[in-house]
C-alpha cells in the first residue's frame, strides 16, 4: 500500500525511487491481485459476520421496553449480566458439565485412536466407522433418540431394569439430568475426537518407532512416550472445541426439555437462557448482551486453557 | 426474482432480526372510523394477494370457499410453526417492518401480547362490530378490547371438560366424581386399588391447563389490567385452593406428574395408566387418534366442581384470526378473517370436518353438529357435552399482556414445586413476584392484589 501511494504522490523523485527501488516495480500489483483472491471471503465475513456482530455488540447497549419504547442505556445490560444469578448458575452448570464430560471424552476418544493406530485391532476399518458413526447423527435426533431411551416408564432401559426386578434410576430426574445430557454429548463427539487424534497420530514420522523399537521400547512404552507427548497439540485442539461446545450447549437440553420440563427450565444452559429472554421474555437487547457475555466467557477459557498448557509443556 | 437472491435477502432479513429496524418498515394503518360499504365492494374487486400464516389442518378448505365468493382476492397460506415458533417468527418480521402475514392464527392467551405492543387491527371499522351476536358472550369477551375494540375473529375455544375411562370407572366401582372432593377421594381410592394407575394425571409445567383451571376456580389474576397498569393477583384464595389441591394429590403420589404430550404420556395414554384426561373440547378427537387402542372405552363429563351443584368451566386453548396493522389492504384482510370464521359454510366444516369446537351460537345449537355420535366414546354424543359445558365458562378471565413470559414463570415455580413435592403455594409468591419483577422492568405500573 505504502509503494502504492507513494508512486501517486508528488513527492521527492530520490525517495520515491529508493521506496520502489527497495519492494520492486510489481509490488503493487501483487498486493492488489491478493486482496481480490480475498475479497469474496472477505465480503462474505463482513456481511454475514462482522457487520451483524457489530449491530449485535451496538444493540446490546439499548433497552426496548413494552412500555416506554427503546433507550440507550450504556453497559447496564451487561453489569446486569454479571450479577444476574441465572445467568451465573448456567455458567456454573456448563463449567461443570464441562469438568465431567470433557475428560471421559477425551480419554476415550484417546483410548480408541491409541487402539486403532496400534494395528493390533482386526477389523480397525470397521470399529473406526462404528465409533466415528454417531457424530454422523444430527444432535436433534440423537436427543431425541436417547431421550426415548431415558423414558421413566416405557423407555427401553426401564423395562430392562423391570424384568431384572430393579428399579431404573430416573435418568430424566433433577438429580442424573445433567449426566444424563454428558452421556449423549460423549456418545455423540466421542467418535469426532478419535477422529481427529488418530490422524494426528498417522502423522508420526515411523523413524521414531522404529528408534523405539532399537532401544527397546515396547507398545505401552512407545504410547506413553512417544505417541501421546506428539498428540499433545491435537489434544489442545480438541480441549478447546470443547470448552466451546460445553458453554454452548443449547441442542441437547432444548430437546430433553420437552420431556422433563420442570428440570431442565428456561436458564439451564446460557444459550438456552439467551434464548428465551429473546423469544419467551422479548429482551432482545439483554439477550444479545448475555450473549457477549458467554462469548467472552468462552474465549477467556480458551485462552486460559491454552495459556495453562503452554507453560507447562515449557516447563 | 433471483430465487437465490431472494433467499439471500430473507438470510440478510434474518440476521436483522432482532434489530430496531421497525423505523425503515411498514407504517402502521391509522383505522378509519368506518369504512363504507362501497369502499369494501371496491376492495374485494381489487386483485390483491393476503398472506395468512396458520397451523390449522385443511384450512385450504376455507380459504377455497372464500376465494370463490372473491375471486379477485388471492390468499397465501404459510404454516410457519404452532405455538411459540409462530409467535416468535410473527414477532421478528413485525419488528423488522416487513415480510409479517397480514392475517395470522392468535390464540386468545396471546391477543393482548399483540394489542400491546400495537400491532393489532382493530376491526371494528370493518364490519365486526355487528358479529358480536352470533358468538358466545364469553368468547367475545376474550377478543374485545377495554373500549369495544375487536381485535380478532374468534375461530375455535376450548372449554373444558373430563375424558373419563368407563371401563376402569366401572372395574373399580368410581363414579364419575362430581365435586373435586369426590374427585380426590376417588384418585386415592384407585391408586390404592390399582397401583398402576392413577385417576389422572397432573402436567406440571402445562401453564394452559393450569390457567384454565384457575378460571373454573373463579380466579382472574389480571384482570382489570388495561395498557401500562398492570394488576397481579395469582396469590388469590382461589388460585391457592386450586394448588393445593394439586399439589396435595401430587405429594400423596396418587396422581402422576408426567409432562403432557411427550412421549412418556402418549404411551401412558394408550396403556391405561391414566383413568380420566382433564381437558378442552379438542381434546376429544385428538385423543381419538392419539389413543387409538383405547376405542369405546372413553366418555365425556363436565370438570368436577369446588362447589356441590354448580356448574361452571374455564376454557383451554382455542384460536382466533387476527390482522396486523401493517398489512397494505386491511379491506381485504378484515373481510377474509370474518368471511372463514362466520360464512356458514365454512364455520360448519370447520366444526364437522376439521373437529374445531365452534364459538359460535349457530352452530352449538346445531343438532347436526351436537348430535355426533363419537364411536370411540361408545356413541357418546360428546360434542352435546361441550356445547352444554362452553355455556358456563365465565366471561371474566384476562390473559396478561406477556403471557408467554408467565407462563415460563408458572413452569420454573408452582409447576417445579408441585413436581418436586416442595411447597407450592410458597411457590405462588414466586411467581407473583417473577411477573411483578418482569413487568416493572418492562415499564408497566404494577397493582399486586391481596
Redesign the interface.
Known sequence: MSADTASEAPVAPGISRTAKGRKGGKGPRYAKTGYLFVAPFMIAFT??FLV?LA??AW?SL?R?????G?VFVGIDNYTRAFTDPQLIAGLGRVALFFLIQVPVMMILALFFALALDSALLRLSRTVRLAIFMPYAVPSVVAALMW??LY????GPLAQLADKIGAAAPDFLG?DLMLGSIANIVTWEFTGYNMILLYAALRAVPTELYEAASVDGAGPWRTAWSIKIPLLRPAIVLCMVFSVIGSFQLFNEPSIMR?????VI??DYTPNLYAY?L???????NY??AVSFVLGFVIMAGSYLFMLATNRRSRS | MNPRFRRRTGLGAALASPLAFSACGRRPVQPPEHVSQAEIDEAMHTPTELNFWTWVPGIEKQVALFEEAYPDVKVDVTNAAQGAGHYAKIRTALRAGRGAPDVAQIEYEMVPAFTITDHLLDLRPYGAGELEDQFVEWVWAQVSGPGGEVWAIPQDTGPMGMLYRADIFEAHGIEVPATWEAFADAARALHEADPEVYLTNFPPSQGAFFAGSLWQAGADPFGGSEGADLKVDVTSEAAQRVTEFWAGLAAEGVVSTDPDFSDQWYQAANRGKYATWLTAAWGPVFLQSTAASTSGKWRAAPLPQWESGDQVAGNWGGSTNGVFNITEHPIQAAVFAQFINTDPECTKAMATEQFLFPPTKALLEDPEFTGMELEFYGGQKVNEVFAQISETVSPDFQWPPFNDQVRADYGATVGTAIAEGSDAVAALSDWQDRIAEYAEFQGFTVEEGS
Open positions: 456481511a454475514m451483524p449491530y449485535a444493540f439499548f426496548e421496553q413494552m412500555i416506554g427503546n431421550g426415548f423414558g421413566p416408564d416405557f433433577a420437552t420431556l422433563a420440563p420442570n427450565v428456561a428465551n429473546a423469544f419467551v421474555g422479548q429482551e432482545y439477550a444479545a
